[in-house]
């Protein structure tokens, strides 16, 4: 059973540096691309973040280059968002996803939720 799991979301403080993961079960996670997505109320889903099957390629949506950082273990099976200098802007429900660069099966997780409020 495929399973990806969100966690390390919550409420925030400006400017806070939260980390959140992702942990994947059920298929063979490195050789997926993952991708940390977000989605704020009345909003459409948004790239955040992506990360290649082995983590040297690596790209970021305009609005958090310089602030997020997105990496992975193969070994943990986990992938991760290291989010720095948090706005109220980037409070949304954060999706991981996985996407398997040649047949193209996708997979989400549930999400988690990040406030960013003070």
């Known amino acids: 059973q495929v399973q990806l799991v969100e966690s390390g979301g919550g409420l925030v403080q400006p400017g806070g540096s939260p980390r959140l993961s992702c942990a994947a079960s059920?298929?063979?996670?490195?050789?997926?691309?993952m991708s940390w997505y977000r989605q704020a109320p009345e909003l459409e889903r948004e790239l955040v973040a992506a990360i290649g099957t082995d983590g040297r390629i690596r790209k970021y949506g305009d609005s958090v280059k310089g602030r997020f950082t997105i990496s992975r273990d193969n070994v943990k099976n986990t992938v991760y968002l290291q989010m720095n200098n948090l706005k109220p802007e980037d409070t949304a429900v954060y999706y991981c996803?996985?996407?398997?660069?040649?047949?193209?099966?996708?997979?989400w997780g549930r999400g988690t939720l990040v406030t960013v409020s003070s």
């Open positions: 996803k996985a996407k398997q660069p040649y047949t193209g099966t996708e997979y």
């Open positions: 059920g298929f063979t996670f490195s050789m997926y691309t």
